[in-house]
């Protein structure tokens, strides 16, 4: 599947382009390979790319009180990166780390701009993205005030079946909220039912 038609399926979900439009949008972009625990975007910097995971996983990292905590965790056909830092061209503590060898597609801000301005399917799919972003967002927002880690976990691993063979656990246990001992509790009473 080419990378158009990859990010086309990953975006019919809220808006339906032409293979055409998808393919101007990754014509736009380059698709590179990183290794497992490579760092697309330090804290402390500005992000100078949007990503999207063709495969692999990785996790949006926030640096507070000299630990970092994952605030997302992104699998295949989610966009992956500091989103707000981004858009605003701003440094920000996020941290942004693939967490096995990666497949990215990624598109420089001049290039999503140019997109953006150029095109009326080139803003449609940006504004889109935004949108879909800001719903994920939101999403996860709502999930962490009215969920419970365990639901929390269960739905993770509804969507991710190997998660824990994925993903490091401290950013699994990081990104629900509880200590990497709660987690192993929390699997321990789902694999005995």
Known sequence: MTTAL??????DFYFEAPIEAWQA???LGEIITVEKEHITKANGTTEKYLYFILSGSGGILLWN???????DLCYEN???GDYLSFLTQQISPIEVMTFEKSELFRISKTNFDKLSSNT????????FAAEGL???KQQQ????????AKDRYMELQKKQVSIIQRTPQKYIASYL??????????????AKH
């Open 6 to 11: 990859k990010i086309k399926a990953a975006f």
């Open 25 to 27: 949008f990754a014509d």
């Open 65 to 71: 009180k000299n630990n970092f905590v994952c605030i």
């Open 78 to 80: 989610d966009f992956f």
């Open 120 to 127: 009326y399917y080139g803003s449609k799919i940006c504004r």
């Open 134 to 136: 800001f719903i994920h």
């Open 141 to 148: 927002q709502l999930d962490i005030l009215t969920k419970t």
């Open 177 to 190: 909220g509880i200590t990497p001992q709660s987690l192993s509790r929390i699997r321990n009473a789902i």
